[in-house]
């Protein structure tokens, strides 16, 4: 059974930083797409950043520049490092893995991550 597991998250004031890791088990991972997504409380869930299979990146806008979405095939891990925290960027943080050629996608169970001081 494939297994995203997120970990990284907590507590941290405005303007510190956390980095997540998701670990993947089971999947091919360096042909996957990789992404990181959030819900806050009473919202949806949006996407925060994505990573192809060749590396390229995408940041949703109110996250660029700050947070940073990279990959370490070796280690079947995704991370993303986040910086300049503010208190709006409080959710669940999932990641995600998914073959953009088919209707594979596969989630984690999310980690908290919470900005207040």
């Known amino acids: 059974q494939v297994q995203l597991v997120e970990s990284g998250g907590g507590l941290v004031q405005p303007g510190g930083s956390l980095r997540l890791s998701c670990a993947a088990s089971r999947i091919m991972f360096k042909i996957y797409t990789m992404g990181w997504s959030r819900q806050a409380p009473g919202k949806q869930r949006e996407l925060v950043a994505t990573?192809?299979?060749?590396?390229?990146?995408n940041y949703a806008a109110d996250v660029k520049g700050r947070f940073t979405i990279s990959r370490d095939n070796a280690k079947n891990t995704v991370y993303l490092q986040m910086n300049s925290l503010k208190p709006e960027d409080t959710a669940v943080y999932y990641c995600?893995?998914?073959?953009?050629?088919?209707?594979?996608?596969?989630w984690g169970q999310g980690t908290q991550v919470t900005v207040s001081s």
């Open positions: 995600n893995a998914e073959l953009t050629s088919s209707s594979v996608n596969y």
């Open positions: 990573i192809t299979a060749t590396g390229s990146t």
